[in-house]
């Protein structure tokens, strides 16, 4: 693809997308990105607040996103939600792919009990003679 010679931004995306888990991995990549290009954009995951005609209204945060980076992102939710990208306006093209995980969020206190076992098993295998 070659670069434009002319100054043509590219919009926010609205991606037509609802996300069931608060964790996800997203990449963002460009063909045409300068070296000294780190920051890709922003996500501005968005619920559903019903007002204004349905529209995903409610704002939950802005994450900065960087170029050539699988970036783990945990959403302060726990509802569905959509996301909004905010290309910067020096990027010409963009290459957006976004992993969301599917198992389920493990709380640390159900986590606590099973590293007890897991240690105490260790402790019981170095002890054994």
Known sequence: MP?????NPIPSIDL??????NIFVIKVTSQHALKHWRIAGWI???INSGLFGGFHTDFIAN???YFDRNQLIK???KEKFFITYIVPSWVFDISLSIWEYQGSEIELSELKP???EIDK???????FQ
């Open 75 to 77: 959403i302060p939710i």
């Open 121 to 127: 098993k260790v402790s019981d295998i170095s002890d």
């Open 63 to 65: 994450i900065k996103v």
């Open 3 to 7: 670069k434009p010679n002319f100054y």
């Open 114 to 116: 099973i590293l007890r």
């Open 44 to 46: 501005n995951p968005r």
């Open 16 to 21: 037509p997308v609802s996300f069931s888990n």
